[in-house]
């Protein structure tokens, strides 16, 4: 709504009420006139104006890091006492330092580039598969009958026990990975996709068809469009679990390389300090990709 826009609303039968709401001064009134008598509440509400972006901006900011800094300082506390064994939980100053040595040296970031291929590798082949799919099954009823059980039981199968079959088929290396990592994004794109163009309205579709559109011209200025916030959530979902896929690939393939054969290395030398390490490095990664659909979003709203 526009600044100055007001918006009324009248009821009449034994009674009226009226509503008026400026959005300029943020004043709210409200009048209920009833056959007995009347009651007036005005102003009532009125807000100073829109909240400073600094202020929303620290309110999304300073409580993650508070709830981070008292985790902090009961880890801290709690391995300076001695309470709990530093092979199972080192004090936060060794994680520190092996993490600070690990990046210096490389090694994280070169077992990072390995599982950030293979993620997002298994992501675009599963954006690729998916799309097409959750936009099959929403305009086919036959289509979605027959697909959807198999989508189900595929999903419903946990990935440790695919990843040893695909092991099997395609061998050692990268490409089972993309594939497995493939499977785990699959399901829940196309569901939202399909979902997303489910609940187009049919309004905006009839009269697009009274206009003339139909096939893509359909699909890419009227459907897509309106679909749009599903198929970016589902691309925010898909590009998050894609880390979980790449990393069971690389639990199951025994890889040479990754962030996952770095976990499982540490957990046989029974280093805590560079497995916590490798931990915070997949944390760090996971919020680059979230920062990353965050920027999808915001080009899709400047496109859109």
């Given at each position: 709504?526009?600044?100055?826009?007001?918006?009324?609303?009248?009821?009449?039968?034994?009674?009226?009420?009226?509503?008026?709401?400026?959005?300029?001064?943020?004043?709210?009134?409200?009048?209920?006139?009833?056959?007995?008598?009347?009651?007036?509440?005005?102003?009532?509400?009125?807000?100073?104006?829109?909240?400073?972006?600094?202020?929303?901006?620290?309110?999304?900011?300073?409580?993650?890091?508070?709830?981070?800094?008292?985790?902090?300082?009961?880890?801290?506390?709690?391995?300076?006492?001695?309470?709990?064994?530093?092979?199972?939980?080192?004090?936060?100053?060794?994680?520190?330092?092996?993490?600070?040595?690990?990046?210096?040296?490389?090694?994280?970031?070169?077992?990072?580039?390995?599982?950030?291929?293979?993620?997002?590798?298994?992501?675009?082949?599963?954006?690729?598969?998916?799309?097409?799919?959750?936009?099959?099954?929403?305009?086919?009823?036959?289509?979605?009958?027959?697909?959807?059980?198999?989508?189900?039981?595929?999903?419903?199968?946990?990935?440790?026990?695919?990843?040893?079959?695909?092991?099997?088929?395609?061998?050692?290396?990268?490409?089972?990975?993309?594939?497995?990592?493939?499977?785990?994004?699959?399901?829940?794109?196309?569901?939202?996709?399909?979902?997303?163009?489910?609940?187009?309205d049919n309004i905006y579709t009839d009269a697009a068809?009274?206009?003339?559109?139909?096939?893509?011209?359909?699909?890419?200025?009227?459907?897509?469009?309106?679909?749009?916030?599903?198929?970016?959530?589902?691309?925010?979902?898909?590009?998050?679990?894609?880390?979980?896929?790449?990393?069971?690939?690389?639990?199951?393939?025994?890889?040479?390389?990754?962030?996952?054969?770095?976990?499982?290395?540490?957990?046989?030398?029974?280093?805590?300090?560079?497995?916590?390490?490798?931990?915070?490095?997949?944390?760090?990664?996971?919020?680059?990709?979230?920062?990353?659909?965050?920027?999808?979003?915001?080009?899709?709203?400047?496109?859109?």
């Amino acid at each position: 709504m526009s600044l100055g826009n007001t918006f009324q609303y009248s009821f009449d039968r034994g009674k009226s009420m009226s509503v008026t709401t400026t959005t300029e001064n943020e004043s709210f009134e409200l009048q209920e006139t009833a056959s007995g008598g009347s009651r007036k509440q005005s102003p009532g509400i009125r807000r100073s104006g829109t909240t400073p972006i600094a202020t929303q901006r620290s309110m999304l900011i300073v409580p993650p890091l508070i709830l981070a800094l008292i985790i902090i300082i009961s880890w801290f506390i709690s391995t300076a006492t001695g309470r709990v064994p530093d092979f199972i939980l080192p004090a936060p100053r060794d994680v520190f330092a092996t993490l600070v040595d690990g990046l210096r040296s490389g090694l994280f970031l070169s077992n990072a580039l390995v599982t950030i291929q293979e993620s997002l590798l298994g992501f675009f082949l599963g954006v690729i598969i998916a799309l097409p799919l959750g936009y099959a099954i929403a305009k086919s009823r036959l289509f979605a009958a027959t697909v959807q059980p198999y989508l189900a039981v595929g999903q419903a199968i946990p990935a440790i026990v695919i990843a040893p079959i695909l092991v099997i088929w395609l061998g050692y290396g990268l490409f089972p990975i993309t594939i497995l990592c493939m499977l785990v994004v699959l399901f829940p794109m196309v569901i939202t996709t399909a979902l997303g163009v489910q609940t187009i309205d049919n309004i905006y579709t009839d009269a697009a068809r009274v206009e003339g559109a139909s096939g893509w011209s359909m699909l890419a200025h009227i459907e897509f469009p309106l679909a749009l916030p599903a198929v970016l959530a589902a691309l925010r979902i898909g590009l998050t679990l894609s880390i979980t896929g790449a990393l069971v690939g690389e639990f199951v393939n025994n890889s040479a390389q990754g962030l996952g054969a770095l976990v499982f290395e540490a957990k046989d030398q029974l280093n805590t300090p560079l497995l916590f390490a490798t931990l915070i490095v997949l944390a760090g990664l996971a919020a680059l990709y979230y920062g990353v659909s965050r920027l999808l979003i915001k080009l899709a709203e400047i496109v859109y």
